[in-house]
């Protein structure tokens, strides 16, 4: 309901053209290129769909031809693993180096392997014990021992372990499969390790419509149809981890916006790795035809929304002028000028409104001359008065006659020797001063603080032990402005008011502080108090404009007024009072620094 108004209230302020041209762009132009849209966008979808579809089926297939490649090379691995003739071979201890190398002559297993398994590429087996090096039994070193792959192989304690690394002698990386070793008394005799042949793996994937990706554990490309980016890690992989079966990434790759179709799988008896078989689709390649129908249809939607915008531009633009020429009329009606000579073409709605303008513009004229400029008058008088009120405090003493005759009497208390007269004199002199000749313009929050200083310095000496005060200020409002003259007329109303018909002693506390969006000025007294009748009086007075105060003094009511005039109707002074309890007179102000008022 809130923005629905919002909403009402914008289209209110719109001038009628536009709101014809918007209601034309919202029921035709939008709807007709939103549907343009919709069918556009739900073609491309199709499109893309099917080309998903597509690569999911053919990802299916690639998947169930690794599971067969890598079956065969964990069948491999768990022949070498429980091959009694290895472990004889690898704990035996030889007399000589040619014992040794007969030995290796009769154990042809690996070759056998090679020769009859073409998904192997080689079978590498890293021995624990510092034997005779040669194509397939190699020595592990200090060197060899130190590869992350050695050590994950020796820490998994025959769990199979699917890694990609170099081949020992060629240096060349491809996918391996390791497994460490273990002799009957569960010594480590070595590591085994499996290199896939990376022709078997070009031949899963060879054909494919669209380029084919073989990743290890979401990270590295083992095998790519466009042999680019082989061993590097696939930027395509989201963080969160996915479950097996197929799903979709939208990414970047290559530098171009692609789908990547993913087939997520866990080999046989792989515990710890995972392979992803991934189809990239670019996506502009896919699109490039249905955007061309697109384009052609958008530019025959244009074309006919062109059209039509030229022939509602036209009636719009005529309407437009009628609806212009009288509102000019009006505004001229309006700023007192009242003969109207011109006919507004046409004979609609238009042209009535017209005629009617001309036959009450001399009614217009006459209220307007009864009430509205009596009335600006009226006001104008106000505000003249409100600012008399102000100026005849300052100007009922010639200030220099004020001066020179308080700093006779100082000075006479001083060769009298009557210090306390004197300061009397010096404080009385010095609050004079700064009321006087101030005008009506903000000044520091803390000369006005000053001012009142010196004005209760000086009823503490008129009243001595039975009268003192408090100030509470915050540091953070001192560096505002204030207009002058608004809280000593406060205090002084407190003293004279409150605490003078009191017999006991009285006190006075200041207390200004700095709220979030005004500064709360308080001025609270222990005096006699106000009664309810006439603290309802007293409050209903100071919002009466027509009440004149009196000329004599500033009073609650200029002070209330002057807020009103100079900050608006927000703040203002407040009153709260408890007969013989005390007084408590609040104003508010707005936070003003300098040069902002």
Same mark, same amino acid.
């Given at each position: 309901?809130?923005?629905?108004?919002?909403?009402m209230?914008?289209f209110?302020?719109?001038?009628?053209?536009?709101? +014809?041209?918007?209601?034309? +762009?919202?029921?035709?132009?939008?709807?007709? $290129?939103?549907?343009g849209?919709? $069918?556009?966008?739900?073609?491309?979808?199709?499109? +893309?769909?099917?080309?998903?579809?597509?690569?999911?089926?053919?990802? =299916?297939?690639?998947?169930?031809?690794?599971?067969?490649?890598?079956? @065969?090379?964990?069948?491999?691995?768990?022949?070498?693993?429980?091959?009694?003739?290895?472990?004889?071979?690898?704990?035996?201890?030889?007399?000589?180096?040619?014992?040794?190398?007969?030995?290796?002559?009769?154990?042809?297993?690996?070759?056998?392997?090679?020769?009859?398994?073409?998904e192997?590429?080689?079978?590498?087996?890293?021995?624990?014990?510092?034997?005779?090096?040669?194509?397939?039994?190699?020595?592990?070193?200090?060197?060899?021992?130190?590869?992350?792959?050695?050590?994950e192989?020796?820490?998994?304690?025959?769990?199979?372990? #699917?890694?990609?690394m170099e081949?020992y002698?060629?240096?060349?990386?491809?996918?391996a499969?390791?497994?460490?070793?273990?002799?009957?008394?569960?010594?480590?005799?070595?590591?085994?390790?499996?290199?896939?042949?990376?022709?078997?793996?070009?031949?899963?994937?060879?054909?494919?419509?669209?380029?084919?990706?073989?990743?290890?554990? @979401?990270?590295?490309?083992?095998?790519?149809?466009?042999?680019?980016?082989?061993?590097?890690?696939?930027?395509?992989?989201?963080?969160?981890?996915?479950?097996?079966?197929?799903?979709?990434?939208?990414?970047?790759?290559?530098g171009?916006?692609?789908?990547?179709?993913?087939?997520?799988?866990?080999?046989?008896?792989?515990?710890?790795?995972?392979?992803?078989?991934?189809?990239?689709?670019?996506?502009?390649?896919?699109?490039?035809?249905?955007?061309?129908v697109?384009?052609k249809?958008f530019?025959?939607?244009?074309g006919?929304?062109?059209?039509?915008?030229?022939?509602?531009?036209?009636?719009?633009?005529?309407?437009?002028? @009628?609806?212009?020429q009288?509102?000019?009329?009006m505004?001229?009606?309006?700023?007192?000028?009242f003969?109207?000579?011109?006919?507004?073409?046409?004979? =609609?709605?238009?042209?009535?409104?017209?005629?009617?303008?001309?036959?009450?513009?001399?009614s217009?004229?006459?209220?307007?001359?009864?009430?509205?400029?009596?009335?600006?008058?009226?006001?104008? #008088?106000r505000?003249?008065?409100?600012?008399?009120?102000?100026?005849?405090?300052?100007?009922?003493?010639?200030?220099?006659?004020?001066?020179?005759?308080?700093?006779?009497? @100082?000075m006479?208390?001083?060769?009298?020797?009557?210090p306390?007269?004197?300061?009397?004199?010096?404080?009385?002199s010095k609050?004079?001063?700064?009321?006087?000749?101030?005008?009506?313009r903000?000044?520091?929050?803390?000369?006005?603080?000053?001012?009142?200083?010196?004005?209760?310095?000086?009823?503490?000496?008129?009243?001595? =032990?039975?009268?003192?005060?408090?100030?509470e200020?915050?540091?953070?409002?001192?560096?505002?402005?204030?207009?002058?003259?608004?809280i000593?007329?406060?205090?002084?109303?407190?003293?004279?008011?409150?605490?003078?018909?009191?017999?006991?002693?009285?006190?006075?506390?200041?207390?200004?502080?700095?709220?979030?969006?005004?500064?709360?000025?308080?001025?609270?007294?222990?005096?006699?108090?106000?009664?309810?009748?006439?603290?309802?009086?007293?409050?209903?007075?100071?919002?009466?404009?027509?009440?004149?105060?009196?000329?004599?003094?500033?009073? +609650?009511?200029?002070?209330?007024?002057?807020?009103?005039?100079?900050?608006?109707?927000?703040?203002?002074?407040?009153i709260?009072?408890?007969?013989?309890?005390?007084?408590?007179?609040?104003?508010?102000?707005?936070?003003?620094?300098?040069?902002?008022?």
């Amino acid at each position: 309901m809130f923005f629905k108004q919002k909403w009402m209230r914008l289209f209110d302020y719109l001038k009628v053209k536009h709101k +014809l041209l918007g209601i034309y +762009l919202i029921v035709t132009a939008i709807p007709i $290129l939103l549907v343009g849209a919709y $069918l556009n966008y739900s073609t491309r979808d199709i499109v +893309l769909n099917n080309s998903l579809n597509e690569a999911k089926a053919n990802v =299916d297939k690639l998947e169930l031809r690794l599971q067969t490649i890598f079956n @065969r090379v964990t069948d491999i691995a768990d022949m070498v693993y429980i091959n009694q003739n290895l472990k004889e071979l690898l704990e035996h201890d030889y007399g000589s180096t040619l014992d040794m190398y007969n030995a290796y002559n009769q154990y042809p297993i690996f070759d056998d392997f090679l020769k009859y398994y073409d998904e192997v590429e080689t079978i590498q087996f890293f021995m624990n014990k510092d034997m005779i090096t040669d194509s397939h039994m190699i020595y592990a070193d200090g060197m060899v021992k130190n590869q992350s792959w050695y050590k994950e192989a020796i820490a998994k304690e025959g769990r199979l372990s #699917w890694v990609y690394m170099e081949n020992y002698w060629t240096r060349k990386k491809m996918l391996a499969l390791t497994r460490s070793v273990y002799g009957q008394s569960h010594d480590l005799l070595g590591v085994l390790v499996i290199y896939v042949s990376p022709d078997m793996l070009r031949s899963v994937v060879e054909g494919e419509p669209y380029q084919a990706l073989i990743t290890l554990d @979401r990270s590295t490309i083992i095998y790519n149809t466009s042999n680019k980016q082989i061993g590097e890690e696939a930027s395509f992989f989201e963080q969160e981890e996915q479950p097996f079966g197929n799903y979709v990434i939208d990414s970047e790759f290559g530098g171009e916006h692609v789908k990547v179709n993913v087939h997520h799988f866990q080999p046989d008896k792989s515990l710890d790795n995972t392979f992803q078989v991934s189809t990239v689709i670019p996506v502009d390649d896919v699109m490039k035809e249905p955007n061309a129908v697109y384009a052609k249809g958008f530019f025959v939607i244009v074309g006919a929304l062109t059209i039509s915008l030229g022939l509602i531009g036209i009636f719009i633009r005529s309407f437009h002028k @009628r609806i212009q020429q009288l509102r000019k009329t009006m505004y001229q009606v309006a700023k007192g000028n009242f003969q109207i000579n011109e006919q507004v073409r046409g004979h =609609d709605e238009i042209s009535d409104v017209y005629r009617d303008l001309m036959t009450t513009s001399k009614s217009v004229q006459k209220i307007i001359d009864e009430v509205y400029i009596h009335k600006i008058k009226e006001e104008t #008088w106000r505000r003249k008065q409100k600012e008399m009120d102000f100026k005849m405090l300052a100007s009922q003493i010639n200030p220099h006659f004020l001066y020179n005759t308080l700093e006779m009497i @100082r000075m006479k208390a001083v060769l009298n020797k009557d210090p306390e007269v004197a300061k009397l004199v010096k404080m009385l002199s010095k609050m004079m001063r700064s009321a006087l000749e101030r005008t009506d313009r903000p000044i520091p929050i803390t000369e006005e603080i000053t001012l009142i200083h010196n004005y209760l310095d000086i009823q503490k000496m008129r009243f001595g =032990d039975k009268f003192y005060y408090q100030f509470e200020i915050e540091d953070s409002v001192k560096d505002y402005y204030i207009f002058p003259l608004l809280i000593q007329p406060i205090v002084e109303n407190a003293i004279i008011h409150g605490l003078e018909p009191k017999e006991d002693s009285g006190f006075i506390q200041l207390t200004i502080e700095e709220e979030d969006h005004y500064i709360q000025i308080e001025v609270k007294d222990n005096g006699v108090g106000i009664k309810r009748d006439t603290l309802v009086e007293i409050r209903e007075r100071l919002d009466d404009q027509e009440y004149l105060s009196d000329g004599n003094s500033i009073g +609650l009511h200029n002070v209330h007024q002057r807020l009103q005039l100079y900050y608006g109707e927000r703040f203002g002074v407040a009153i709260d009072s408890i007969v013989g309890l005390g007084t408590t007179m609040t104003l508010r102000i707005p936070k003003i620094k300098q040069g902002e008022a």
